[in-house]
């Protein structure tokens, strides 16, 4: 017998949904677990590897406020996958949305867990070369969302030495520089 869940009681609903799931273990026994569910999502690192630059957000988080009063987090664009796109084209949009900035292809670079300890959320990947003349609008996010994004273009040899000073606390942006460095370290 494997691990199945039994009940899952939903606690809260809003951007994201709490629940309490009852999971039954293959001895019988009955596990209570949380679980955060507000679907998966997609985040891009654009890169100009002509000038060495990319092309990063800065915005208030939340939950970083409240945990260390950070008021501010520098992160690669990302959002969540929305009705029928797929995480590319989430990764597009909110690439124009947040940075202004009309993308072509996309490298994918892995899709993992973000919080597997608690999160429903499944994250893609992706590296996307662009060009200066792809900047087509400020960027800024999107108004009715209250996201109070900030575009940052910063040389990737800066970047490198934000990680090393562990400036960096967001995953999914320490994972896409990481490859980016991997792939291409002669843009360093």
Request: net charge negative; glycine share 6%; proline share 4%.
């Amino acid at each position: 017998m494997k691990p199945a869940v039994i009940k899952l009681e939903r606690t809260h609903k809003r951007w994201t949904t709490m629940s309490i799931a009852a999971i039954r273990m293959p001895d019988g026994r009955i596990l209570s677990r949380d679980v955060e569910d507000h679907g998966c999502a997609a985040a891009v690192l654009p890169y100009d590897p002509l000038r060495r630059t990319a092309l990063l957000v800065e915005q208030l988080r939340a939950a970083q406020l409240v945990s260390v009063g950070a008021t501010h987090s520098l992160e690669a664009i990302a959002g969540l996958v929305e009705g029928e796109d797929d995480p590319a084209a989430t990764a597009k949009r909110e690439a124009l949305e947040e940075g202004g900035l009309r993308l072509g292809a996309l490298e994918h670079v892995a899709s993992a867990w973000s919080m597997p300890g608690v999160s429903t959320e499944r994250m893609t990947l992706y590296l996307a070369e662009y060009r200066a003349e792809d900047r087509v609008a400020d960027g800024g996010g999107v108004a009715h969302e209250d996201e109070e994004v900030r575009v940052v273009e910063m040389s990737l040899k800066d970047l490198a030495a934000l990680m090393a000073a562990e400036g960096f606390v967001d995953m999914k942006t320490l994972v896409l520089l990481q490859a980016l460095r991997l792939r291409r370290p002669e843009l360093f």
